[in-house]
């Protein structure tokens, strides 16, 4: 999802505070899909699932009714990348379902996505996994004041196509705070050194989108699933992060 971005801006302690706190819940929630994506169920229960929880604790869903999307969650399986509309489709053995979630909470929003395997996997959709979020995990440790959205992006390239994988390029992470989407853009590819310097109360959210095949997406006809344009598989692992002096700080990690 994209949209015209409010400039970038610092955030204080107390408000890195309270979009952490808006972080727990979403963990929370993301704890309960990951629990409940089995063989059998379908996206849309997924989703009511989503709803439901976040609503009972005082959030209200980012991402439903942001530029018209009728969903508390995206749910993209397989080749599909990001974006996929909940529906009837029932999970099966062997699938991975990337699921994204966004909260409001108190005004600040958090957001962040795993995708799943579903019963017994492919060892290539197992390894595509461990490689994505290898790839997340490289670009957190890559956002560190005083350097940049180039340093973050070329962390997560690097460790996606040492994998062999590929990085879908027109889609890309972004800055979190009162909007779900503020500057900076955080492409999952880049050269160090180059891009927007990261400053102390900058939080953004990372997440790579890693193909299986060739980096190239399309976008489905109802205006939103974004698919593989090779039919490859696709995974998709996010979180919410702040640059602070000790480091970067996870907020949709569990503990805030």
Not at 2 to 7: K, Q
Not at 106 to 119: I, M, Q
Not at 206 to 225: H, L, Q, R, S
Request: with cysteine; hydrophobic share 40%; aromatic share 4%.
């Amino acid at each position: 999802m994209s949209t015209g971005r409010p400039a970038a801006v610092a955030k204080t302690p107390g408000e890195i505070d309270a979009m952490a706190a808006s972080g727990v819940v979403l963990y929370a929630c993301h704890e309960l899909l990951q629990a409940e994506c089995a063989p059998g169920i379908t996206t849309a229960q997924l989703d009511e699932m989503a709803e439901q929880f976040i609503r009972e604790h005082n959030g209200t869903p980012a991402f439903k009714g942001y530029q018209g999307y009728p969903a508390t969650i995206t749910a993209s399986v397989n080749e599909q990348v990001v974006h996929g509309i909940p529906g009837d489709y029932e999970l099966k053995p062997g699938d991975i379902a990337s699921l994204d979630c966004g909260v409001v909470l108190d005004g600040w929003v958090s957001d962040a996505a795993r995708t799943h395997p579903v019963g017994e996997i492919s060892d290539e959709a197992r390894r595509l996994l461990q490689v994505t979020e290898a790839a997340l995990a490289a670009g957190i440790g890559s956002f560190q004041i005083g350097g940049t959205i180039g340093d973050v992006g070329a962390s997560i390239q690097n460790v996606v196509e040492a994998g062999g994988y590929a990085v879908v390029r027109s889609l890309v992470g972004h800055g979190v705070g009162r909007q779900m989407h503020e500057e900076p853009q955080v492409p999952n590819f880049g050269t160090p050194g180059t891009g927007p310097e990261i400053f102390e109360g900058m939080v953004i959210a990372i997440e790579p989108m890693v193909n299986v095949g060739a980096p190239d997406v399309v976008t489905g006809e109802d205006g939103w699933t974004v698919t593989s344009r090779d039919r490859s598989l696709s995974a998709h692992s996010e979180h919410t992060v702040a640059a602070t002096t000790q480091g970067p700080r996870i907020l949709t990690g569990g503990t805030g």
